[in-house]
């Protein structure tokens, strides 16, 4: 049986011919060069693992400032607050996509948000509101609501020039707030101009209040544009109701 003989290093015993000191000082540079590139190699390491625990581990590369861009309705601080991160938290442990998410779980009017982190110490929050379509009246004031149906923001007034909206349970995904955002979208200027508020009792059962006291029977979101142009083209006496749920046939009492 043959056996693989491996070389090890050894120094030359005092005393021995020059061959053999020369043999030994030409093994000892062959292991160092061998083990060279391991020893960089340790060495790299090492100095990443040093610079990955002060980014990761310290609050050097650390949160110092929380910038809020896109906040009207909002104060930035709300915004800090709902983002819930720490000063000092290193970078890149801030998980961009949570903080995404807590902002806009915890704020309604918040449609959108985008967080970026810009080296070395700021977090930078944009966001984009929601953008009111109506007011509904509730109790001590109003909510505004957007064109997907969010009640997103109690106010004690509603803004001027608003649209009035009253529907029992104004939510996204509801069947009766859908119709009446749905006829809302539909009315024109000249409409809207005269209108006090849209009442929607359920998806067919809908109606536009007028000055006056006079009232509109539009009945379900169907037809819209043929019901605008029958009450453009229509005059209402004061205390009159005009029903225009089937635009073809038109009845006033």
Do not use: C
Request: no cysteine; hydrophobic share 50%; aromatic share 4%.
């Amino acid at each position: 049986m043959s056996q693989t003989r491996g070389w090890r290093l050894v120094l030359a015993p005092r005393g021995a011919p020059p061959s053999v000191r020369l043999f030994a000082a030409r093994a000892r540079r062959h292991r160092l060069r061998a083990a060279l590139p391991w020893l960089v190699a340790l060495g790299l390491a090492a100095l990443l693992g040093g610079a990955a625990a002060v980014v990761y581990l310290t609050p050097a590369l650390g949160v110092e400032r929380i910038e809020v861009a896109g906040a009207g309705v909002l104060d930035p601080a709300s915004v800090r607050a709902a983002a819930a991160v720490r000063d000092g938290t290193p970078m890149p442990r801030v998980d961009v996509r949570a903080v995404e998410r807590r902002v806009r779980e915890a704020l309604k009017p918040v449609r959108t948000v985008r967080v970026q982190t810009h080296y070395p110490h700021t977090l930078a929050i944009a966001v984009t509101e929601r953008t009111a379509v109506a007011a509904v009246p509730k109790v001590g004031g109003f909510t505004l609501l957007d064109a997907e149906g969010v009640a997103f923001l109690p106010v004690d007034a509603a803004p001027p020039g608003l649209p009035m909206l009253r529907v029992a349970q104004p939510e996204p995904g509801d069947a009766t707030t859908e119709s009446a955002l749905t006829v809302l979208a539909a009315l024109s200027p000249p409409v809207l101009a005269q209108m006090t508020a849209l009442v929607a009792e359920s998806p067919t059962r809908i109606k536009l209040e007028l000055t006056g006291g006079r009232v509109v029977l539009w009945g379900d979101a169907t037809q819209n544009a043929a019901k605008v142009r029958v009450l453009e083209r229509t005059t209402i006496e004061a205390g009159h109701t005009l029903d225009v749920s089937a635009p073809g046939v038109v009845l006033e009492k």
